[in-house]
């Protein structure tokens, strides 16, 4: 497929047949063409749809690497989704001269001074450290001609918005903003319409295909037997799996028990520092760990191949928490299953939820060291 512009970003074509894309997918053909005029432009799909690419190949396209400044500037919430940006980043400029850098909060403050001297032209970072460098006049973000907010319904809102709006204001007003996320309420369109004009807005929903690819099942037990489930089911043939908890001190408690027990955990959250975090994303992914217990803000943007199951050990809020946790597996083509852990009171919130988005969910038990389903 030829998803070339000119000549001067050949590198990117190179790039998409290395990688063996055989095509774009939904979001990215509504938003590449969207974004290269230059507009603004809001774009919610599914987790795994390709949103990153839709973004970052028009915003590619309009850097001159002649010009040593910076010229594309990612915001994201949180540290792992900068690195992961950032990874993409130098990916798909492989063959270039396009230079790139990450600014997180928790690193070395110095260092990232040093990287900023050799001019990147394309900066992924966390709001507060990237605000930080604008006001310290060490990032100089005049010559940015796309402002991406990756992620934004965890960027705007009421902590970050100050920040946000900080940055929004050094970076020239008549360059484009894209806005994108697996979800997009009405307080972040609310937020955009109040500071970018002749925004356009694109939805895609998750194809039947893709909802196909995931079984819906649910496990009914005790409230104290949660942590003892959810060992059990990290012991399953082939689980590779990620199980979401409400809040931190959950999931350092329930780490703490599983690993008492000899179980291979990683723990993610928002108050781990940088090498934390870092040391969790490196045991799940080198499958040292074959279990993630993470909170959701934790876990925004992350995307990890052949997860098998997500694990609600506490239960979604809602229909868009259940489906953004849910779409961590079955990516890629691949089929996965999402498992809720409810006690009888969690079970009718749960079958709500499931009637809302339209899902089949299924009961399901652990008998013999395997997961069956009582259709089996």
């Given at each position: 497929m030829d998803i070339l512009r000119n000549e001067t970003t050949a590198f990117i074509q190179q790039?998409?047949?290395?990688?063996?894309?055989?095509?774009?997918?939904?979001?990215?053909?509504?938003?590449i063409p969207e974004a290269r005029k230059g507009g603004a432009l809001i774009a919610e799909a599914p987790t795994g749809t390709g949103k990153t690419l839709g973004y970052l190949i028009p915003a590619l396209e309009r850097i001159d690497e002649e010009r040593p400044q910076t010229q594309v500037l990612i915001i994201v919430p949180g540290k792992e989704l900068a690195m992961q940006v950032h990874e993409e980043v130098q990916k798909w400029t492989v063959g270039s001269s396009i230079r790139a850098a990450v600014m997180i909060g928790g690193a070395n403050v110095k260092r990232q001074y040093e990287k900023l001297k050799?001019?990147?032209?394309?900066?992924?970072?966390?709001?507060?450290?990237?605000?930080?460098?604008?006001?310290?006049?060490?990032?100089?973000?005049?010559?940015?001609s796309t402002l991406v907010y990756d992620e934004a319904d965890q960027l705007f809102v009421?902590?970050?918005?100050?920040?946000?709006?900080?940055?929004?204001?050094?970076?020239?007003?008549?360059?484009?903003?894209?806005?994108?996320?697996?979800?997009?309420?009405?307080?972040?369109?609310?937020?955009?319409?109040?500071?970018?004009?002749?925004?356009?807005?694109?939805?895609?929903?998750?194809?039947?295909?893709?909802?196909?690819?995931?079984?819906?099942?649910?496990?009914l037990v005790e409230k104290r037997d949660k942590v003892k489930t959810?060992?059990?089911?990290?012991?399953?043939?082939?689980?590779?799996?990620?199980?979401?908890?409400?809040?931190?001190?959950?999931?350092?408690?329930?780490?703490?028990?599983?690993?008492?027990?000899?179980?291979q955990t990683a723990s993610l959250h928002g108050d781990k520092g940088k090498q934390g975090r870092e040391k969790a994303?490196?045991?799940?992914?080198?499958?040292?760990?074959r279990l993630l217990l993470t909170t959701d803000v934790a876990s925004r943007g992350l995307d990890v191949k052949g997860v098998t199951h997500v694990i609600h050990f506490d239960l979604a809020n809602d229909q868009r928490q259940y489906m953004h946790r849910s779409g961590r597996t079955a990516r890629a083509g691949e089929s996965g299953i999402s498992l809720s852990i409810v006690t009888k009171g969690e079970l009718q919130r749960l079958e709500q939820i499931a009637e809302e988005a339209a899902l089949t969910l299924r009961r399901a038990e652990l008998k013999y060291g395997e997961l069956h389903t009582w259709s089996d």
């Open positions: 790039n998409w047949e290395t990688s063996g894309f055989t095509g774009l997918t939904d979001i990215q053909h509504q938003m050799k001019k990147p032209h394309v900066i992924t970072g966390t709001p507060g450290r990237v605000n930080e460098l604008i006001k310290d006049k060490k990032l100089k973000v005049h010559e940015v009421p902590d970050h918005l100050d920040t946000i709006d900080q940055i929004n204001k050094a970076v020239p007003g008549k360059e484009q903003r894209i806005i994108c996320s697996a979800t997009i309420p009405e307080r972040v369109v609310s937020f955009a319409d109040e500071r970018f004009s002749n925004i356009k807005t694109i939805r895609v929903e998750a194809s039947s295909k893709d909802l196909q690819r995931v079984s819906h099942l649910y496990l959810l060992s059990k089911l990290s012991y399953l043939e082939s689980f590779y799996g990620i199980a979401f908890l409400s809040d931190s001190f959950q999931v350092d408690q329930v780490h703490s028990k599983l690993q008492h027990d000899g179980n994303m490196r045991a799940f992914r080198q499958r040292d760990a």
